[in-house]
């Protein structure tokens, strides 16, 4: 099967070994995978800004790239939830019909990776390995919008040697939200304390989740801490073989 790879733009500028973790798994599974070169933001941080105009120039941009592939993947339940549920409705709004219609047919496309792994490829065991001890944060936008339930557990429990802990109040926001953790610093801190001793309490050497600005987020507060906890994207762990360990 031929993937198309939305590679988001926190992981191309922060954590582009995300982006090389996900072509490692699916290339691992048989698949082949491409990138569009023309791909840039799927607009969220403009729309949870209050700017649905600049918003909506990325739509067009994101429908007019990606329309050629039959299945797309993206490494961030955020930006695959915006997509799904954002773009063909902020074109309606606008007026801009085609884009809307070109919008919500191209929509049931996209994929978070543990969505494509499970419900389009059928797999669970991808071949890891990961001999560690590991924690699930289920962001808000994977677990709210998206609604992963246990995909991402169920990829997780096939992954050898890994010991996957129980994260108490997993469900809890760890706080980040876009720009909600820049406008509303101390209250972001907060919650994000919370996560934080959640995740210690667990034990795990590593925090897993589905999106890297999350990770982000509670991984500063980690190493603020000197907990001795790193963070992995999901996508790292499906990579592993067992050789050395997530940076």
């Not at 099967?1 to 048989?30: H, Q, Y």
């Not at 944060?137 to 996957?164: A, K």
């Not at 926001?173 to 801190?189: E, M, P, Q």
């Amino acid at each position: 099967m031929k993937i198309a790879l939305f590679v988001t733009c926190v992981n191309d500028t922060l954590f582009p070994e995300t982006g090389r973790a996900v072509v490692t798994v699916l290339e691992r599974l048989g698949h082949e995978v491409v990138f569009p070169a023309g791909q840039t933001c799927c607009g969220q941080m403009h729309l949870n800004s209050g700017y649905p105009e600049r918003a909506l120039a990325m739509v067009s941009a994101f429908t007019g790239v990606f329309e050629p592939y039959d299945v797309i993947v993206a490494p961030s339940g955020s930006c695959a939830a915006t997509v799904r549920e954002w773009h063909a409705r902020l074109a309606a709004r606008a007026g801009r019909d085609d884009l809307a219609a070109r919008a919500a047919e191209l929509a049931p496309r996209v994929h978070e990776l543990s969505e494509l792994l499970v419900d389009v490829l059928g797999v669970t065991d991808v071949g890891a390995a990961f001999p560690h001890r590991v924690a699930y944060h289920p962001t808000c936008h994977s677990l709210r919008t998206l609604r992963l339930g246990d995909r991402p557990l169920r990829l997780l429990r096939e992954v050898r040697g890994l010991d996957l802990a129980d994260l108490p109040d997993a469900s809890e926001c760890c706080g980040f939200g876009g720009t909600f953790a820049l406008k509303n610093g101390d209250v972001s801190a907060a919650m994000c304390a919370d996560k934080v001793a959640a995740v210690k309490s667990t034990g795990a050497e590593v925090l897993c989740a589905a999106d890297n600005s999350c990770l982000m987020h509670v991984g500063g507060a980690l190493a603020r801490q000197r907990a001795g906890v790193r963070v992995a994207h999901l996508a790292e762990i499906l990579a592993g073989t067992g050789e050395g360990s997530p940076a």
